[in-house]
């Protein structure tokens, strides 16, 4: 049987994709419509605490299970997380257009090169899924994932809980959720102060999103991404 540690490791292509896309230049062609999709900015977001070393990457939406956290712990400190852009054209009625959107996010964890990059493992996942070549990672509907301390993820995700429970018993009215907007909305940051721990949500893809670590060539841990946009490349 093939080993599970050999299966969690990616090939070349894949490889090559997660670091292009925090690379500024030509990242490939859309996979439906063959058109030129390019980087074009790479910027930190924010940065947020760990005190825990506990990682949880999920939807901070409510549903039916506990939340993912990462088998993968790491040391307890402030990360920043890192976000790409990219933009293709595209045509609407007669017209171009030059869409841009987030196609990737990472937690820094060591701003070391990567030598290895492997499908994330969570607590609770099984490793007879990456001998199967089945991806791994998050579910969500709601195409919003997040980075947060494992150990205050029940108060850092309150805001999302509290603003479901108010659509629901009045739905067609706005509220205003209890998070911090940063660039404009695109991300959302709430901190837990008596946890000393924060929360950064990032979009993400409905269905599984995949979860990536990029070890060093010591094995240690330098980034774990977040890379929904790839799956639209040809």
């Known amino acids: 049987m093939q080993d599970a540690s050999k299966a969690a490791h990616v ?3 894949q490889s090559a994709l997660l670091e292009a896309v925090f690379t500024m230049g030509r990242l490939g ?3 439906y419509e063959l058109r030129p999709v390019d980087v074009v900015e790479v910027s930190v977001v924010a940065a947020i605490r760990l005190p825990s070393g506990r990682l949880m990457v999920d939807t901070p939406w409510p549903q039916d299970r506990p939340g993912r956290e990462l088998a993968e712990q790491l040391p307890p400190g402030t990360y920043e997380v890192e976000a790409s852009w990219v933009e293709a054209p595209y045509e609407f009625m007669g017209e171009s257009f030059d869409g841009r959107e987030c196609a990737a996010v990472r937690l820094l964890v060591r701003r070391e090169p990567v030598s290895t990059w492997e499908m994330a493992l969570g607590v609770d996942d099984d490793s007879e899924q ?3 070549g089945e991806e791994i990672g998050f579910r969500t509907d709601t195409a919003m994932g997040a980075f947060a301390d494992a150990r205050s993820w029940q108060a850092l995700t309150e805001p999302f809980r509290r603003f479901w429970e108010r659509s629901e018993q009045l739905p067609g009215v706005a ?3 209890e998070t911090e907007k940063v660039r404009s909305g695109e991300f959302e940051k709430v901190t837990h102060q008596a946890g000393q721990a924060d929360l950064l949500t990032f979009p993400a893809e409905e269905g599984v999103t995949a979860v990536w670590i ?3 060539a010591a094995g240690r841990v330098a980034t774990v991404t977040v ?3 790839l799956s639209w490349l040809a």
Do not use: V
């Open 29 to 31: 062609l859309h996979s």
């Open 214 to 216: 990029g070890r060093t």
């Open 11 to 13: 090939g070349p292509e």
């Open 175 to 177: 509220f205003d959720r």
């Open 227 to 229: 890379a929904p946009y």
């Open 130 to 132: 990456l001998i199967s």
